[in-house]
């Protein structure tokens, strides 16, 4: 298709200037409350008429069931003409339009769906795409890991390769935000404590230096996503995209997935039989959390917690936790076995939970990544040095002794 468009057109579909310097945080032109955006070329002004034409779009398909309700959602099939139409040809859509389609489309039409069509609507819907989202973002994650082992080649077009790269990978970022958000709300109930959704795919980076592990009161499932977990293709998607997404490198994703998500979909699946190999890959996901953002005071507190309860609560049915737990790095196996039999035995739980929880931070911390200051510091053991001027021992008595000749002690004693 982008061939036929020509060369005038070839970049038609690509993003607007703006968007650009709006997703890379760069200060935008001032404007006049009542300017109209100038597109200076017939290029321009083509892009800004396809990113007003996908959004105008998203707005009507996500209003259409929170205007329309029961006329909307009654609609026969539903479910099978949406992903026959809208959920069509994904691997063509970049990542700058796949954001708001999950955000302005998805997001409120589930939220807005009613009770009795979950089964019938969400769940045929969310299965298939939340399978394609993590098997999207997995693949673009891996390539942001080997980028600089990788011998990537540019589109010769490219005018700043590097700003290109910086872009891309801020765009993958932004839509890690949006998914992991957009699990969140649709499965997770927070008391005490309200949940807003406003900018949350954007988010603010500040929150990513945060040193506080800020957890909700209390976090339960929502009655849809009770439901989601109920059918088995769409629990895998949810389990597998929370856990997933922990070793990606977005420090505000992981934060927000570990304190908001994990567990709480991890609680709903323990009443049944889980294999041993999902209990592990459960653990060791979160483990490699920690080798990837263990330098973040938060993202560290908050991975700890999360690992602390897995083992805590699968240990006594699965023993392959702890065969896991003795590969990691110089960990002391004495340790290991002294906490796993307070943690078997019943009668000797009595130890506070916050030293259960400083013993097993000790155990793993050979999995914790260090600040990058740290990585290479060389330790530096001083000796004690001796002195440099030897103190010599008053002789005195010893020549006053030696010189008397009768040996008689009271001259010591004479003045």
């Known amino acids: 298709m982008v061939t036929k468009l020509g060369e005038?057109?070839?970049?038609?579909l690509d993003m607007l200037e703006v968007e650009k310097n709006a997703i890379l945080g760069l200060p935008q032109p001032l404007l006049d409350l009542y300017d109209s955006p100038v597109y200076k070329t017939v290029l321009e002004?083509?892009?800004g008429f396809f990113c007003t034409l996908y959004d105008n779009c998203f707005h009507i398909l996500g209003n259409a069931g929170t205007s329309l309700q029961q006329d909307f959602y009654t609609v026969d099939g539903l479910a099978s003409q949406l992903l026959n139409t809208a959920f069509v040809n994904l691997n063509n859509i970049p990542d700058c339009r796949l954001r708001p389609m999950l955000r302005v489309f998805v997001k409120p039409l589930v939220l807005s769906c009613p009770f009795e069509h979950y089964e019938s609507l969400v769940s045929p819907i969310l299965g298939p795409l939340l399978t394609y989202l993590h098997m999207r973002l997995s693949q673009k994650w891996q390539v942001i890991s080997q980028r600089?082992?990788?011998?990537?080649e540019d589109d010769a077009a490219d005018d700043n390769p590097e700003s290109q790269e910086m872009l891309e990978e801020q765009l993958v970022r932004l839509l890690t935000r949006e998914v992991m958000d957009l699990i969140t709300v649709c499965c997770v109930s927070k008391k005490g404590a309200e949940h807003t959704t406003t900018a949350s795919a954007d988010g603010d980076d500040d929150e990513m230096m945060s040193t506080e592990m800020t957890l909700p009161s209390s976090t339960e499932l929502t009655e849809l996503g009770?439901?989601?977990?109920?059918?088995?293709?769409?629990?895998?998607?949810?389990?597998?995209?929370?856990?997933?997404?922990l070793s990606w490198?977005?420090?505000?994703?992981?934060?927000?997935?570990?304190?908001?998500?994990?567990?709480?979909?991890?609680?709903?699946?323990?009443?049944?039989?889980?294999?041993?190999e999902a209990v592990t890959w459960f653990f060791v996901s979160v483990l490699q959390g920690l080798q990837t953002h263990g330098q973040h005071d938060g993202c560290m507190a908050a991975l700890v917690h999360l690992a602390f309860q897995i083992y805590e609560a699968l240990r006594p049915r699965y023993t392959e936790l702890k065969a896991?737990?003795?590969?990691?790095?110089?960990?002391?196996?004495?340790?290991?076995?002294?906490?796993?039999s307070k943690l078997l035995n019943p009668t000797l739980q009595k130890v506070a939970d916050k030293r259960r929880k400083d013993h097993f931070k000790r155990l793993i911390a050979g999995c914790i990544e260090k600040p990058l200051g740290e990585q290479f510091r060389k330790e530096v053991h001083i000796r004690n040095l001796p002195s440099l001027f030897k103190k010599v021992k008053p002789l005195l008595e010893t020549d006053v002794l030696e010189s008397s000749e009768d040996g008689n002690i009271t001259v010591l004693f004479e003045p």
Do not use: Y
């Open 324 to 340: 896991v737990m003795e590969q990691i790095p110089e960990i002391q196996k004495e340790s290991l076995e002294q906490f796993d």
């Open 226 to 245: 009770k439901c989601l977990m109920k059918q088995e293709d769409v629990c895998t998607a949810l389990m597998v995209t929370a856990f997933a997404s």
């Open 148 to 152: 600089s082992m990788l011998c990537s």
């Open 45 to 47: 002004r083509m892009q």
């Open 249 to 276: 490198k977005d420090t505000l994703s992981c934060q927000r997935t570990t304190t908001q998500l994990c567990w709480p979909l991890l609680k709903q699946v323990l009443k049944g039989s889980l294999i041993p």
């Open 8 to 12: 005038t057109f070839a970049k038609a």
